[in-house]
């Protein structure tokens, strides 16, 4: 199969309008990926990822970059559900196991349980979420380094105890909201 050496832009021009369509740079990990595995949809998704991984941490990086920039923005927004923070972290929590970061996600997804549950965004402490955003960052940089694996495993479920702890006590007045907010209990070794 011939590859494509078109990088110039394709126009096509009506009377009142052009469309301009740029190439499409990621047609060559397709095509790659298709002629791997052309019966098996699954398998030729998971071969795109698989030319694409390469480029994982960079973007947790970012990610990490984002989080970092909210944080330090606090004073400027609402620290709430639909904070900054609170999207930037919800990110995080949603890349993180595809991009190879299952802990970072899991510390993200405490922080987003803390600013969405607590009742009086005022009370959350600062420190806990700076704990957070750093554990975050942490866990992304470390995660190739010896005994990564257990040292995030705590980090997650010490934080994870500590937002429970904070939001039990926040929401004391409010048993039965309190049922649905706590987290699950934790697998053995901090993975939930």
Request: with cysteine.
């Amino acid at each position: 199969m011939a590859k494509a050496k078109n990088e110039t832009p394709a126009v096509t021009t009506y009377a009142d309008h052009e469309v301009i369509l740029p190439p499409n740079k990621l047609t060559k990990a397709v095509a790659k990926a298709a002629a791997a595995t052309a019966d098996d949809p699954v398998a030729r998704a998971e071969a795109a990822l698989a030319e694409l991984a390469n480029e994982f941490p960079s973007w947790m990086d970012s990610e990490c970059e984002r989080l970092l920039q909210a944080r330090d923005n606090l004073g400027k927004s609402a620290l709430d559900g639909s904070s900054e923070l609170f999207r930037a972290a919800h990110d995080i929590k949603g890349e993180a196991e595809t991009f190879g970061f299952p802990h970072a996600g899991q510390v993200a997804d405490s922080l987003c349980r803390l600013l969405e549950h607590a009742p009086d965004s005022t009370r959350v402490p600062l420190a806990l979420i700076d704990q957070h955003v750093d554990a975050v960052r942490a866990t992304i940089r470390e995660a190739n380094s010896k005994d990564s694996e257990k040292t995030a495993a705590r980090l997650v479920a010490t934080l994870r105890q500590v937002t429970d702890d904070f939001l039990a006590h926040e929401n004391r007045h409010r048993p039965d909201y309190l049922d649905g907010i706590l987290g699950p209990p934790l697998a053995p070794g901090g993975a939930s």
